[in-house]
């Protein structure tokens, strides 16, 4: 307890609370803040070129730490800047706390310059999103701001701060010992013991394992349940690789562009045991679509996502980790329940050889010589240029399926990307926030021409603070997952074309380095060269637009029919109370 400025209380309590990366944008009302921060030796302060790069920067950061390490310190009118990086880590469970501070409090209703509604506006886009009234009520604000964004789901947080409370002294106290708050709860024994009796005498069972487990750090799990009742792995892409995907239990993603092996294996699974997964468009469901013939279990932290769109045969509500070892111990008590090792399992060689056929296909796209050059040969390139501790992320757009179906990971958080939103832009500074988590990484990401439009500006921030990641943009000429999207559903495409600048011209004037590739036998050493480059290197490879979008179940073909009433064709899908597919009550 003592006399304080609020921009020490601020920076105090963030710092007791678990910060080490502010991330910041200059402004009339974070000024005394800035001031604040040079004394700071605890956490890093960087500055981004814009707040929503600085924004999406936070969401990779506190990806790959697995918490909210690292914190946004906005200027009010750039507050509203950053709603879609936020989006993300709702949709992603991403923990984050930001901080906008707001015009003088004697300044307020009176439409003063700058006077924004930064509260309202982010409630939608938080998971908690308040405004501090007094300096003394900093701390606990803050601290509770940290502690609701690590909550079940996590997300982001925002607290609103009026300019003057950064100037204030009060008698504050600062929160310490924080460790963030672990959710533990297992499910109801009964429900456990009727799922593992269906797991038991599963003919063709599958684990659908979602990134909430990789929250909960259930990998050691996920192994023991799989090995044990021999249940082949699918995975969201926010948990891939939580079983190393050179396992032969694992059928990698599923999902619109995930492994087909995954896809195919889950359509006709009659056990299905999903975790920490919102079963989403962009996981299995594949936009809604997708049918789910198998016996359903479903378990998550938030009872929201239980009978979202699949009904569950049982839905419980629990942490991954907890209820997975509840599993693994009720199965072998199951009277049904046979222990053998995994490979005698009937069904063991239909799957390693459908993913066998898969990561042939794969290999086989991996190693065209065409030109222009394959964009699954560029992917590949990628691979071969980094260890499997090194960090592979990616925009949105095709680039992202082709990326993510030529690349595999042999561990969780490996793959970054906008998973959950999908927000054009995010790639590059996302990128740039994994290489701050883990400086000894290597970082390589891939961006579309379009999506590089959002963020090549960042690269002046990325050398100003020596975070050297290798770009790899696929150069379509235009909005190609749209192109992608138009051409199936329409015959043709529009508002997809682009005009672009030379790349490795633009990378060369903010000082970075680059070449342009168009012989695919040159793109290995050209990504090594960008990896062991020491700077930010901009490799362009040109791309015919004749590669589609890298669809592997039925997303990306939809097209929604005209609604017909009773019945909407992408309702819920509740077998055995309604039938999706003739759009009526069975
Ligand atoms: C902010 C935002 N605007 C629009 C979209 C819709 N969108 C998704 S992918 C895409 C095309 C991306 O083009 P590009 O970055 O060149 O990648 P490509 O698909 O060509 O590989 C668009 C426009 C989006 N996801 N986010
Ligand atoms: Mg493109």
């Keep these: 307890m003592g006399l304080m400025r609020g921009a020490d209380a601020i920076l105090d309590t963030l710092e007791a609370g678990g910060t080490e990366l502010l991330v910041g944008y200059i402004g009339h009302t974070t000024q005394e803040l800035a001031d604040a921060t040079r004394e700071r030796t605890g956490m890093r302060t960087v500055n981004p070129t814009t707040e929503l790069g600085g924004a999406h920067l936070i969401n990779g950061y506190n990806f790959v730490k697995g918490r909210g390490a690292a914190a946004g310190l906005w200027h009010t009118c750039g507050t509203l800047l950053i709603p879609m990086a936020l989006y993300e880590g709702m949709f992603s469970r991403i923990p984050s706390v930001h901080l906008g501070f707001n015009v003088d409090g004697s300044f307020k209703d009176r439409e003063s310059m700058q006077e924004m509604p930064n509260v309202e506006a982010l409630a939608a886009v938080t998971r908690w999103s308040t405004r501090a009234e007094r300096p003394d009520k900093l701390p606990e604000t803050i601290n509770r701001a940290i502690q609701r964004a690590h909550g079940a789901p996590a997300g982001p947080t925002f607290v609103d701060i009026p300019f003057d409370l950064s100037v204030d002294v009060a008698e504050m106290e600062i929160p ?114 997708a049918p789910m013939p198998g016996k359903l279990i479903h378990i998550d932290t938030d009872p929201g ?47 390693l050889e459908a993913k066998e056929k898969w990561l042939s296909e794969i290999r086989d796209r991996g190693q065209s010589d065409e030109s222009p050059i394959s964009p699954w040969r560029a992917a590949s390139a990628v691979e071969a240029a980094l260890g499997p501790e090194d960090i592979i992320a990616t925009d949105t757009g095709n680039n992202l399926g082709w990326i993510f179906q030529g690349v595999s990971t042999e561990r969780s958080r490996r793959l970054v990307t906008t998973f959950g939103a999908g927000v054009l832009g995010a790639g590059l500074p996302m990128a740039l926030g994994a290489k701050l988590a883990r400086p000894e990484s290597n970082v390589v990401v891939g961006v579309g021409d379009g999506g590089f439009g959002y963020s090549h500006n960042e690269i002046a921030f990325a050398l100003r603070e020596d975070i050297p990641v290798t770009i790899v943009v696929f150069n379509d000429s235009g909005l190609g997952a749209n192109r992608s999207f138009m051409n199936h559903l329409y015959g043709q495409a529009a508002w997809t074309d682009l005009n672009n600048p030379d790349f490795v011209a633009l990378a060369r004037a903010y000082g970075a380095d680059g070449e342009k590739v168009e012989e695919a036998g040159d793109l290995d050493a050209a990504v090594k060269r960008g990896v062991g480059s020491g700077t930010v290197y901009v490799i362009e490879v040109p791309i015919s637009q004749s590669y589609d979008y890298p669809s592997t179940g039925s997303g990306g073909k939809v097209k929604w029919p005209p609604r017909q009433w009773p019945g909407d064709a992408i309702g819920t899908r509740s077998p055995g109370r309604f039938d999706v597919a003739n759009g009526s009550a069975r």
């Design 305 to 351: 996502q239980l009978g979202n769109f699949y009904f569950p045969e049982i839905g419980m509500v629990g942490d991954a980790r907890t209820v997975l070892r509840q599993f693994i111990e009720a199965i072998r008590q199951d009277t049904d329940f046979v222990e053998a090792p995994f490979p005698e399992r009937e069904y063991y060689n239909t799957v």
């Design 176 to 289: 310490t010992g924080f460790s963030a708050p672990t959710y533990r709860a297992g499910a109801d024994p009964e429900q456990v013991r009727a799922a593992v009796s269906l797991l038991a005498r599963a003919k063709r069972p599958v684990l659908i394992i979602g990134g909430g487990a990789v929250t909960s750090g259930a990998d050691a799990e996920v192994k023991e349940l799989a090995e044990l009742a021999g249940v082949p792995v699918t995975t969201t892409h926010t948990s891939q690789g939580i079983l190393p995907e050179s396992h032969q239990l694992s059928l990698g993603s599923s999902g619109p562009i995930g492994w087909r092996c995954a896809n195919d294996w889950i359509a006709n699974a009659d056990v299905v045991v999903a975790v920490g997964t919102r079963l989403s468009e962009w996981g299995y469901s594949q936009s809604y679509t």
